[in-house]
C-alpha cells in the first residue's frame, strides 16, 4: 500500500506533463486531448486517496483542480480540508478567498485574506485584494491603506500603484494621482491601464 507522500507524488508525475502542455500555451483547460483529462482524472484519484490519510498539499491540488473545472463548490472543500490539516497554509488560505469572491462571499474572502496577512503579512497578493475588496464597499480609506501597504512590501507592484493613483484621483488629489500613473509607467511602459488614467487625468486638466 502506497503512503500519502507516495500517492501525492504519483498524482504528480501523471500531472504536470498537462500544467506544463497549459503553461506553454499547447493546450487549454477548456480544450484538453481525451490523453490529457484521463491524466487529469487518475491525479484526482491519486490525490483524493493523499488527502484522505491527511496529505494537506493533496487537499490543497484538488482545490486547484476543482478551480480550473469551476467547481467553486469543490475547491472550497478542498481548500478548508487543506487547512483544516495545515491552519498554517497561506496558500490555502489565499485561493480559498479567491474562491469564496468568486462565488459573492465578501465578508468570508475578506476574512481569509485578513487571516492570510496575520500568518504572512507580506503576502501581496492578499492584500491587493483586500484593498478591492475594501474599495467595492466604498471604504476608501481602507483600500488605500491596502494599497499604500502593498508598495512598501513590493514597490514594483503597478497594480496596487494604479488602483492608488485611482483613488486619489478620485478625492482631488490629481498631483498624487499623476505620480502614481507616472511611476507605473516608469516601472513597466507597456501599462496600458496606468497609460490611459494618466491620459483621461491630463485631458481633464487642460494638458493635452
Known sequence: MLSAKELFE????VY?????????????WESLSKDMVSRVDEAEVYWRAASGMGHAVACYNLGLLENVRK????????????????????LARYNLGVVLEKRGDMAGAEKAY???????PS?????????????????MA????????????????????????????ERGDM???????????????????ARGNLGLLLQKRGDM
Open 10 to 13: 504519483e498524482g504528480l508525475r
Open 114 to 120: 485578513r487571516e492570510c496577512l496575520k500568518i504572512d
Open 175 to 193: 498631483a498624487g494621482a499623476e505620480k502614481a500613473y507616472r511611476e507605473c509607467l516608469k516601472i513597466d511602459p507597456s501599462d496600458t491601464k
Open 71 to 90: 467547481d467553486l463548490h469543490g475547491a472550497e472543500a478542498a481548500y478548508r480540508e487543506c487547512l483544516k490539516i495545515d491552519p498554517s497554509s497561506t
Open 16 to 28: 504536470m506533463p498537462v500544467q506544463r502542455a497549459v503553461e506553454r500555451g499547447v493546450c487549454t
Open 142 to 169: 481602507g483600500a488605500e491603506k491596502a494599497y499604500r501597504e502593498c508598495l512598501k512590501i513590493d514597490p514594483s507592484y503597478t497594480k496596487a500603484r494604479c488602483n492608488l493613483g485611482l483613488l486619489l484621483e
Open 123 to 139: 503576502y501581496t497578493n492578499a492584500r491587493f485584494n483586500l484593498g478591492l475588496l475594501l474599495e467595492e464597499r466604498r471604504d
